[in-house]
């Protein structure tokens, strides 16, 4: 057991976890493209027309897996910056880094689809409701944390000003998840919950759940790569990214 966990510690240091990113990239790329083909499929193809809402509801299959990717990867940040600022470990913060941009980005969906969704359902493309402020919020704490590293030239300090930032900006995340509960909003509450039968039909809850895990295999795939990348510009200098860029040269 204890041989276990020094190996897996082993992949704390950048100079380990470079090759071990480099070898699940193809893997997470591939499942994220599988399952959004599949979900794709279900959701566009064979899933129902719904009665109330016509072909326009079949936005969901993108609007919701993005809104629930945006929530996951911010926590996901969080949790890589509290390691950062309890271990001082140089890959927590490198971790981070890579995760906002596609956390930026889910969030964008996430408003994007959603504004095109409440256009027929609510007559508007925008109101200031609970949920879509909070997420709304949300995006420009991504960006925040973003702008805030990127106007830090020391790293290592830049990293623990978005880490403080990061874990502040967490608790806007149970907000957004219950604020159909906690305030009367527009927007419906929660189609899937754990402890109740899904509000839908089976066939598209496979859908949105396949594209769900496609969203999280892309971002996991495209998280690897930008910390790589991360890596490589942070440690250049050092003999290990010497040696990759050799190798990867003579390729």
Not at 162 to 185: D, E, R
Request: proline share 4%; hydrophobic share 55%.
């Amino acid at each position: 057991m204890n041989n276990r966990l020094i190996n897996w510690f082993k992949y704390a240091s950048p100079q380990s976890f470079y090759p071990l990113a480099g070898k699940m990239i193809p893997w997470f790329v591939a499942l994220a493209t599988v399952f959004g083909a599949a979900g794709l499929w279900l959701g566009l193809a064979v899933a129902p027309t719904d009665f109330q809402q016509g072909e326009g509801y079949r936005i969901i299959f993108i609007h919701v897996p993005a809104s629930w990717m945006s929530m996951f990867i911010y926590l996901v940040m969080a949790f890589w910056a509290a390691l950062g600022l309890a271990y001082n470990t140089r890959l927590s913060g490198m971790m981070a880094q890579a995760l906002a941009p596609t956390g930026a980005l889910m969030a964008f969906l996430s408003l994007w689809t959603g504004a095109l969704w409440g256009k027929p359902m609510w007559g508007t493309w925008w109101v200031w409701d609970a949920r879509l402020t909070s997420e709304l919020i949300l995006l420009f704490l991504y960006i925040g944390f973003i702008a805030l590293q990127a106007a830090i030239d020391d790293p290592r300090r830049a990293d623990k000003a978005g880490a403080v930032l990061a874990l502040v900006g967490s608790v806007n995340i149970p907000i957004i998840y219950f604020s159909v509960k906690w305030w009367n909003t527009l927007h419906q509450g929660a189609s899937v919950s754990l402890n109740k039968a899904p509000a839908m039909a089976s066939i598209m809850l496979w859908g949105m759940l396949l594209l769900a895990l496609s969203f999280w295999m892309y971002s996991i795939a495209v998280a690897l790569y930008r910390a790589r990348t991360i890596m490589l510009e942070r440690e250049r200098g050092t003999e290990w990214v010497k040696e990759v860029l050799q190798r990867e040269g003579a390729k």
